[in-house]
């Protein structure tokens, strides 16, 4: 079936330090691969995207590269701020008609 | 573009009683619209895809006389917690994506307290 694996939390980190949270995932077909942001009280909102193999998604200083060979997404950030603190969630869907399969959620807290 | 709203933000209700969440694609039109519940400190989970003008999917375990969908236009659908209970208290997102379009756009969610 497909799923989605990520790091558990809770992170924590001081503000500039550098970010990786991991995420691999297993999926039948070619997956679109997504990270989505929650911040406190607040809905999911879509960080970085990438549709195939060796694509990049980046925003906000987020990166995170589609690697097909290790089927890992993993979301990097050279110098977190404390506005950076939310949960962040890995996520795939097959194709447009399917549902999206989320990871289980890694929460960040930046330290001033 | 792509903004999708939920009303209300926060509801808190009597046991016993009903409760009608909205979500409206305020830019676009929605073909298929999803409910979230989320609870304290876990992932999302999906109850059930809406398509317009037709009936609501449920996923497993979901009670779908308890959480009635209805997705009556391409720009709103609305989820109703009927005769809800403490354990009903939760967080709903609702998500909605344009025809062909595999991205879904999440409404900022509505807090549901059930005292």
């Known amino acids: 079936g497909n799923s989605v694996t990520q790091m558990e939390g809770p992170v924590t980190l001081s503000e500039e330090a550098f970010l990786t949270i991991n995420c691999t995932y297993t999926?039948?077909?070619?997956?679109?691969l997504f990270w989505y942001v929650q911040y406190p009280g607040e809905g999911l909102q879509l960080l970085l995207k990438?549709?195939?193999?060796?694509d990049k998604g980046s925003n906000k200083g987020f990166e995170a590269t589609y690697r097909k060979e290790t089927t890992s997404f993993h979301l990097e950030k050279g110098s977190v701020q404390v506005s950076d603190s939310a949960v962040y969630f890995c996520?795939?869907?097959?194709?447009?008609?399917?549902?999206?399969?989320f990871g289980s959620g890694t929460r960040l807290s930046i330290r001033p | 573009g792509a903004v999708v709203s939920q009303h209300p933000s926060r509801v808190i209700c009597k046991s016993g009683t009903s409760v009608k969440i909205e979500c409206r694609s305020l830019?676009?039109?929605?073909?298929?619209m999803f409910w979230y519940r989320q609870f304290p400190k876990q992932s999302l989970m999906l109850m059930a895809t809406s398509n317009e003008g037709s009936k609501a999917t449920y996923e497993q375990g979901v009670e779908k006389d308890k959480f009635l969908i209805n997705h009556a236009s391409l720009t709103l659908s609305t989820l109703t917690v009927t005769s809800a209970h403490p354990e009903d208290s939760s967080f709903y997102i609702c998500?909605?994506?344009?025809?062909?379009?595999?991205?879904?756009?999440f409404g900022p969610g509505t807090r549901l307290t059930v005292t």
């Open positions: 999926a039948t077909g070619y997956p679109s």
């Open positions: 990438a549709t195939k193999a060796d």
């Open positions: 830019d676009f039109q929605a073909t298929t």
């Open positions: 996520a795939l869907t097959i194709s447009s008609a399917s549902k999206i399969i």
């Open positions: 998500s909605a994506q344009g025809q062909g379009d595999y991205e879904q756009y």
